[in-house]
């Protein structure tokens, strides 16, 4: 599996565009393998952009490969297909270079470049998409049990920065609102506190806040606590 520190890599991709010919030198940080399809697509997309070859992988236009009918037997390609032929494989050569060997099986079929980019495209998003329901699931479902306010709220940033590393990125609002939705009955009032302020409480303050609190119940519990309290107060969430 590729990491941070592998080597760039380095590919001279000669162009033939605007009747113009230039040799750039490719390089990219990090292969693409199972766990970082973002920060591969964050780096080769530039690349292709930057090159103007968005049209050999984002809805082709293939000129004819044969003029005549009678070409085909002697194989008689035209010109425009074989320069673009010859632009796209230096493309695909290049776009495999950035591929780990865990992932290139899966491309093994891929004949031209756009093929390439459809079928990563395509097999990573889907992944995606089940990834994003699986984190959602999983805070939907989290609460804070016997867990310390700490770790419950590590819990809920920790499947915050998933999603955001997936590109589901969550806004303050949601944030806060799963923080409260998996609080017990004992912090309504300080769920009612946090929902009934006008201005909207931010993550930091909201942690801050129940920390406080965590340390109120703690102390609550303890034989002639001055902080001891007795109330039932329904449940807002």
């Known amino acids: 599996m590729a990491s941070a520190s592998t ?9 033939s565009l605007a009747n113009s010919s230039k040799t750039f030198t490719l390089s990219i940080s990090h292969k693409l ?40 037997d002697s194989n008689k390609v035209t010109s425009e297909y074989r320069v673009w032929y ?8 290049w776009l495999q270079s950035t591929i780990s060997g865990e992932i290139l099986p899966c491309i093994v079929d891929c004949r031209s470049s756009w093929q390439l980019w459809d079928h990563i495209l395509s097999h990573f998003q889907s992944l995606t998409c089940t990834k994003i329901r699986q984190v959602r699931d999983e805070l ?11 770790d419950y709220l590590l819990c809920v940033q920790t499947l915050v920065n998933v999603l955001t590393s997936i590109g589901e990125p969550v806004s303050n609002f949601e944030h806060v609102n799963l923080i409260l939705d998996g609080l017990p009955d ?19 303050e909201v ?5 406080a609190r965590e340390v109120r119940i703690e102390c609550s519990r303890k034989p002639n606590s001055k902080f001891r309290f007795h109330y039932s107060f329904p449940r807002l969430f």
């Open 140 to 150: 939907q479902n989290l609460s804070l049990d016997n867990r310390s306010i700490s």
């Open 207 to 211: 942690e801050t806040l129940l920390l």
């Open 7 to 15: 080597p760039p890599l380095s590919l001279p991709l000669p162009l």
């Open 186 to 204: 004992v912090y309504a009032l300080s769920i009612l506190l946090i929902t009934n302020r006008f201005d909207p409480f931010f993550v930091d």
């Open 86 to 93: 010859e632009q796209d494989q230096f493309l695909l050569a």
């Open 33 to 72: 393998h199972l766990k970082n399809y973002l920060l591969w697509i964050q780096q080769v997309e530039p690349v292709i952009h930057n090159l103007h070859l968005e049209g050999y992988v984002i809805n082709p236009q293939i000129p004819p490969k044969y003029a005549l009918v009678e070409d085909c």
